[in-house]
C-alpha cells in the first residue's frame, strides 16, 4: 500500500516516529539516511563534525572567492539561463571545494551530472545503473587519493578514510554511500535552490532592495523562499507496524510519501500560506525535515546558499526575469529545468 502524507502535523508526526516510519526504503545501502534507530545514530555521530562552526568558517574563504569567480563569467545587460550558467556550476564547485576535490573531478562531475539528468528525465534505467558505476569509480580514485595525503591541513576526504567504526576503517562501500548523499543528493537541491531563490528575487525587486539594505535578513528570506518553492519535493519512508495517520489505516511495509512542497503550504501551518512573508518565523519550516533524519548538512547548504545570494546582491544593482517561459523540473526535483535571467549593473 502507498500512501500521500501532506498535511504539515501528519508529515511532522512521522518524522517524530521513526519507529513507526522507517527511513530504510531502498534495496541500496544508504549510509546513514537510510538507517534507523542505533545504527544511524552510531553513523550519524560520525559525520555531523564536518559541518560545525569551525569547520564551515575555515571553508567559507574557499566559497566565497569561488562564488566571486564564477558570478565574474556573467555578462550584463543580457539574457542566460541560469541554471547550467550559475545554479549547476555553483553546486559542482562548492562541493568539489569541500571536499578538497581537485579541478579536474569538478569537470567529471559536471559531465555525469549532466549525464545522471538526462537519464532521470528518460527513465533510462540502464544508463543510470551504469552511471552509479561510474560515480563509484570516480569517488574510490578520490579516497585512494587522499590515504596518500601525509602533508597539510587533511581535506573533508582525507578526514571521511580516518573515521572509525569499532576501532575499524569504514569501507569505501560505506564511505562511497557517505559521499553519495552529501554530492548526489546535495547537487541536485543546491542547484534546484539557487535557480528558485534567483528566479524569486528577480520577480521581486522590493525584496531584492530590502535584502542589500538589510543583508542580516538573508538567511530567513531564503528560507521562506524555499519554504514556498521547495528543491526537495518529498522523500519516502517505510511503515514497520500497521499505523493509523491522516485519517486511513495503514499495514506494516506500507510505502509513505512525505509531501514537502505541501507541508510547507499548509494553511493549518502557516498563516497567509502562499505569501512571502520576511517576519514569518521558520521554526515549522520543514526545508530541511525534522526530527532524528533532519538534514545534517543543513549548516554548509545555508552557508552556501547564503554566500551566493550575497554575492549576487552585492554585484548587481538589479536583475529580472526575462520574456522567455521558465520550464519547471521534473519531479522529485523541485524548482526549474531552466529559466532565464537578465542581470544589471
Known sequence: MTAILSRHHDVMAALH????????????????????GDEHRRYRSLIEPFFTA???????????????????????NQPIEIMDTIAHPFAVQAQCAFMGWPAAMTRKLTQWMQAQNQATRVHDRRRLNELAQEFTDLVVEQLAIAREQHYGQPTVTRQLTLLRIDQQ??????????IRNWTVGELGTIAAAVGSIIAFLATHPLVQAQLRQQPQQLDSAIQEILRLDAPLLGNRRRTT???????????????????????????????QPYTFDLTRDQSLN???????????????????????????????SHFQ?????????????????SVWVQFNH
Open 17 to 36: 516516529a521513526p519507529q513507526q516510519f522507517s527511513n530504510r526504503v531502498s534495496k541500496h545501502l544508504n549510509v546513514p539516511n537510510g538507517m534507523d
Open 54 to 76: 569551525p569547520q564551515l568558517a575555515a571553508f567559507q574563504p574557499r566559497l566565497r572567492f569561488l562564488v566571486e569567480q564564477l558570478i565574474t563569467t556573467i555578462n550584463p
Open 169 to 178: 576503517p569504514l569501507p569505501d562501500e560505506y564511505l562511497v554511500s557517505m
Open 241 to 271: 507496524c500497521p499505523v493509523h495517520i491522516a485519517n486511513q489505516q495503514l499495514p506494516a511495509e506500507s510505502t509513505v510519501h512525505l509531501d514537502w512542497q505541501a507541508a510547507n503550504t499548509d494553511i493549518e501551518a502557516f498563516e
Open 286 to 316: 520543514l526545508l530541511y525535515g525534522a526530527g532524528p533524519h533532519v538534514c545534517p548538512g543543513k549548516p554548509l547548504a545555508q552557508l552556501e546558499l547564503g554566500e551566493i545570494t550575497r554575492v549576487i546582491l552585492e554585484q548587481f
Open 321 to 337: 526575469l526575462v520574456e522567455k517561459t521558465p520550464i519547471r523540473a521534473q519531479s522529485p526535483r523541485g524548482g526549474y529545468q
